[in-house]
């Protein structure tokens, strides 16, 4: 049963990632930018849901508040940060991100202090549910639900709608879907907005599994998230989703296997590496 | 309706195409032919607004379109089946085709998908498939379809016959010869100069990035032979 559990938790674990991973796959795709600064919109987004849920008792206004304050600032940092360098090498971006990164984080301690902050009243936290022999929180069942939930959303936008198929021509020839009379500026715009989003969404969840925000919760599960999309085959949206929950399912028997030798976030780490020992084309990757 | 006057164009500083005078009319075929490397490509990518012009003018429908960006080029006109197709391929067909007429509202699409899937029914079999599953010719057929999604009134076929199977080939020209006698005007880029030939109504051979010969198409069909002799050289700098 404990391994059932174990098994529970990684999978719970992998929905978070591949939230906040498909976002990186996303603006990789489109651009070709490894997109570290999504770890920034990750953490406003627990921030803002925070405050909203501390000032208002509800956690519903949490996930609006965080998801419409994530959305805002990840196509902003499009607009300020990417799109002047656009036509550098992909390092250029790659480095600037690393530096939006690193100032918002400052900017998250100056505002908001140190030390982070809890949730006054996480009833999702304190609220259990037992069956066979195995419990969870009312977090971790959201984190399940939500994932489904916006990742399904995701796949009805991309394949049903026009916008999502004219989003899906831009990454695979940008200057000819331009030519049809797509606004490949649009696509990018809604490109940020929904890896955003679900960041943003990511943020509120593991601020209230975690029952605290803090300045620098982001960069672990950001690091995290690059290495889920290498794993998956860089730019590969199913490849990113299998990578996630495979590698919480891996981070979750390895904390107990490994315990003494690594800790979680290394274990990522060292799967990545293993991984593209054998197959360096990802995890579904060609060959 | 498509007149290029005194055209050049290139790659920053590396001029393909100089002093090209050419024509294409409604419901006429100018076959633009030359051996590989002459600026064919250049020419007609520049035509779609992705390559820069040089110098001259590029007049269609008889407005100045020489500095109009590609999309808007699109809207007043003039369509493209790229070299090397460039079809969207985890797009389904439909969606390629859905794409290619993006600027246009929901029934103008629906009635162009339509008189598209009556020009190529093999289209209409493949809708759900992944175009990237096509054979060469079905793909040819689709980049040509997605082109004429957006109703145009030039169509641009950039090697129309390269890697097909005969047959498909046949399928192809036929395919032009039915858009012509709707009146619209084509301009084709071609390998197979006998075929080629038979199609246009104009002939303009590029060698080097010049005219080396222009005449319409009885006089070309009547010497056929020098117009091989032109594409038989090879690029001279
Ligand atoms: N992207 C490019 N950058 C620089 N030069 C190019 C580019 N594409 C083509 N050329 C050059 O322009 C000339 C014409 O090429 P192209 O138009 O492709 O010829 P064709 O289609 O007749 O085979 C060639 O000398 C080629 O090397
Ligand atoms: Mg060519």
Redesign the pocket.
């Known amino acids: 049963m404990y391994y059932v559990e174990l098994l529970l938790v990684g999978l719970i674990w992998g929905c978070t990632y591949a939230m906040m991973a498909l976002g990186l796959t996303l603006v990789y795709g489109l651009l070709r930018i490894l997109h570290v600064a999504q770890a920034t919109v990750f953490t406003l987004g627990a921030y803002i849901g925070l405050l909203a849920a501390n000032h208002t008792g509800s956690l519903a206004a949490a996930f609006v508040t965080g998801a419409l304050a994530a959305g805002a600032l990840g196509p902003l940092i499009y607009r300020l940060v990417y799109q002047p360098i656009l036509d550098r090498p992909p390092f250029v971006a790659l480095v600037a991100s690393i530096g939006v990164l690193v100032a918002m984080e400052d900017g998250f301690r100056l505002l908001f202090g140190p030390y982070g902050l809890s949730f006054e009243n996480n009833v999702w936290f304190t609220t259990t549910y037992s069956f066979a022999g195995m419990t969870v929180n009312l977090v971790q069942v959201w984190m399940v639900v939500a994932a489904v939930l916006l990742l399904s959303a995701f796949a009805v936008f991309a394949t049903r709608t026009r916008a999502g198929v004219a989003w899906r021509a831009t990454v695979s020839d940008p200057a000819m879907a331009e030519s049809f009379g797509i606004s490949v500026t649009g696509v990018r715009y809604v490109n940020f907005l929904i890896a955003s989003v679900l960041a943003g969404v990511a943020g509120v969840l593991v601020g209230l599994l975690n029952n605290l925000v803090e300045p620098g919760m982001g960069g672990v599960i950001a690091y995290k998230g690059l290495a889920i999309i290498v794993l998956g085959g860089l730019g590969s949206v199913p490849g990113t989703l299998a990578a996630s929950l495979v590698l919480g399912v891996v981070e979750s028997y390895g904390t107990v296997f490994l315990d003494k030798l690594l800790d979680r976030d290394a274990i990522a780490f060292l799967f990545l590496i293993v991984v593209l020992m054998i197959r360096p084309h990802g995890l579904l990757g060609a060959r | 309706m498509l007149e290029l006057r005194g055209f050049g164009c290139g790659?920053g500083l590396?001029q393909?195409v100089e002093g090209l005078d050419l024509v294409v009319r409604g419901g006429e075929i100018t076959a633009l032919l030359?051996p590989?490397?002459?600026?064919?490509?250049?020419?007609i990518m520049a035509i779609a607004g992705h390559v820069e012009t040089h110098a001259g003018t590029i007049e269609f429908l008889g407005e100045d379109i020489t500095r109009l960006a590609p999309a808007e080029r699109t809207r007043r006109g003039i369509a493209l089946a790229p070299?090397g197709r460039r079809i969207f391929p985890d797009l389904t067909v439909a969606e390629n085709l859905l794409v290619g007429g993006y600027t246009h509202a929901a029934a103008e699409a629906a009635r162009a998908e339509e008189s598209v899937l009556t020009l190529f029914p093999r289209l209409r079999e493949r809708l759900r498939q992944h175009a990237g599953s096509l054979s060469g010719g079905e793909q040819q057929m689709l980049a040509i379809g997605r082109a004429l999604m957006a109703r145009p009134k030039l169509l641009m076929v950039d090697e129309l016959s390269l890697g097909l199977m005969p047959a498909m080939v046949d399928l192809c020209f036929k395919a032009l010869l039915e858009l012509k006698r709707q009146g619209i005007g084509v301009l084709l880029?071609e390998q197979n100069t006998k075929r080629a030939l038979a199609a246009a109504d104009r002939v303009v051979v590029?060698v080097s990035?010049r005219t080396a010969y222009a005449a319409d198409g009885e006089q070309a069909r009547r010497d056929p032979d020098m117009v091989e002799s032109f594409l038989g050289l090879k690029?001279m700098t």
């Open positions: 790659y590396v393909a030359g590989n490397g002459a600026g064919k490509t250049s020419t070299e880029v590029l990035g690029e």
